[in-house]
């Protein structure tokens, strides 16, 4: 039996979930924004009580901010690493649900921005992207971050259970510049 244990840390929600041959076996959440390198480890150790014959990783890639993604990203890895076990990566927003035939679907980005991609027929055309909300063009919008800027009436988040089912990327999404910057660039 194939064990898969999936991790995002994109959003303000840090999830887990553990899936077996398409059937997710334990799914927990905790939310906070700040709050993703201690909730990692805490919602993994309830998920190896369930089941802790592991045989791979899948971890959300973003976009995403970068403290978050790191710690996602990081633990991901680490844990792959230890177990020698296969570690895959995937676009967060990808697994945001929605069974409309196009939308747009977003996140949080903060400082009054949203990550976002454009949607048709389930499969991603464009994005993901980094704008204010009011640059961006769609019908139907879901997500936690349309959510809050008042682009749709429901908030949804990236759904880990269906991370297996989702194509790979190789590197994290940050759509970013980093703040930090070198003092001879100031």
């Given amino acids: 039996m194939s064990i898969t244990l999936a991790i995002d840390t994109s959003t303000s929600r840090t999830s887990v979930a553990l899936i077996s041959n398409k059937s997710v076996l334990w799914s927990e959440y905790e939310d906070g924004v700040t709050a993703h390198a201690e909730a990692v480890p805490r919602l993994v150790q309830k998920a190896l009580v369930i089941n802790d014959e592991i045989s791979q990783v899948i971890v959300g890639m973003g976009p995403g901010p970068y403290t978050g993604l790191r710690a996602g990203i990081s633990f991901a890895q680490a844990f792959a690493w230890a177990r020698n076990i296969e570690l895959r990566g995937v676009c967060s927003l990808d697994a945001i649900a929605c069974t ?68 790979a990327v190789d590197q994290p999404m940050y759509l970013r510049r980093p703040d930090a910057v070198p003092t001879s660039e100031r």
């Fill in 100 to 167: 409309a035939a196009e939308y747009i679907a977003a996140t949080d980005a903060r400082r009054k921005e949203i990550y976002w991609a454009h949607y048709k027929d389930g499969m991603r055309v464009d994005g993901p992207h980094v704008n204010v909300p009011t640059e961006v063009r769609g019908e139907l919008f879901v997500g936690e971050g349309a959510h809050k800027y008042g682009l749709c009436s429901t908030s949804t988040y990236p759904d880990v259970s269906i991370f297996h089912l989702l194509s």
